[in-house]
Nanobody, 124 residues
Framework: QLVLVESGGGSVQAGGSLRLSCTAT????????MAWFRQVPGKEREGVAG???????RYADSVKGRFTLSKDNVKNTLYLEMNSLKPEDTAMYYC??????????????????WGQGTLVTVSS
């Protein structure tokens, strides 16, 4: 049973940095894609960064150059390094994964496994 557990959220000032972690309870080194999404109240969940099952990394245009996605397959942990944070990055951040799917940075409704979320607050 795949369970995703996020950590690393918090409150920072604009321009600051945070690193989010998403640890999986099963080996996701092959056949799985993974991604980070975020959501603010009243808006749809949006993709932030994703790791395709073939290893390709994708970013939303809004975070390119500021966020870096990486994965430690030994620890089964996906990381999102967030730099130069802006107030508009404030959201609940969710980790997602799916098996036998190439790309997770897609419509969130297609993905089968989600973490509980971790809150990121960026103040101006």
């Amino acid at each position: 049973q795949l369970v995703l557990v996020e950590s690393g959220g918090g409150s920072v000032q604009a321009g600051g940095s945070l690193r989010l972690s998403c640890t999986a309870t099963v080996d996701t080194s092959s056949r799985y894609c993974m991604a980070w999404f975020r959501q603010v109240p009243g808006k749809e969940r949006e993709g932030v960064a994703g790791l395709d099952s073939d290893g390709r990394i994708r970013y939303a245009d809004s975070v390119k150059g500021r966020f870096t996605l990486s994965k430690d397959n030994v620890k089964n942990t996906l990381y999102l390094e967030m730099n130069s944070l802006k107030p508009e990055d404030t959201a609940m951040y969710y980790c997602a994964a799916d098996i036998l799917r190439l790309r997770c940075l897609t419509d969130y409704r297609f993905l089968g496994h989600w973490g509980q979320g971790t809150l990121v607050t960026v103040s101006s």
